[in-house]
């Protein structure tokens, strides 16, 4: 919306209000001004930054990056198996290209003598307050798998022609789609 000068009117966060706050991420409000004067709230949660990594191996074959690194685990939040990229959160101070190779070797064992930061977007901007990364990585070297306590991952190995077709089979999820997608667009798959 415009002035009549045809200036953009201003929002204006009157009170942010943290509700609740959770090891995952905290919940609450922004009472806000709207252009037309009125009030209203806006809910949000808000969680830290996370990363994405589309990594590529060897295959069976052996020319380099005949398959893509998923891993399969179980999602209580919507009470299904998901087949996914290896991610996790951005721990303070460390960049998405260190994160990603950190949470590679974490989640699969195998650590990337490459990672390319592919994007960094804002997710779910009607909800959330988190940014995510996707990362590629290649090169990988055997390393040390270390999971975290919720975490019970199994190592799946996909052929490159096959993954968007596994993404995309019930039940899908926005990470690993939008991770290939970009990886594949900007001509690493």
Request: proline share 7%; net charge negative; no cysteine.
């Amino acid at each position: 919306m415009t002035d009549d000068a045809g200036e953009p009117e201003e929002w204006t966060v009157i009170e942010s209000v943290t509700e609740y706050e959770t090891p995952w991420y905290d919940g609450g409000y922004d009472l806000v001004r709207q252009p037309d004067g009125t009030e209203k709230r806006y809910y949000w949660a808000s969680l830290p930054p996370a990363v994405v990594v589309v990594a590529r191996t060897d295959g069976p074959e052996g020319p380099a990056g005949d398959e893509l690194l998923f891993v399969e685990q179980y999602r209580p939040t919507v009470g299904e198996h998901h087949l996914e990229l290896p991610a996790g959160i951005v721990e303070d101070g460390e960049s998405y290209t260190a994160a990603a190779a950190r949470e590679l070797e974490e989640e699969t064992g195998f650590r990337p003598e490459t990672t390319v930061l592919l994007e960094e977007y804002a997710v779910a901007t009607g909800l959330l307050r988190h940014d995510r990364a996707v990362v590629y990585a290649d090169g990988l070297v055997p390393g040390e798998r270390a999971l975290d306590t919720n975490e019970f991952l199994e190592l799946r190995r996909v052929p490159l022609e096959d993954a968007l077709d596994r993404a995309r089979e019930a039940p899908a999820n926005d990470a690993t789609i939008d991770g290939l997608l970009l990886a594949r667009a900007d001509g690493f798959l």
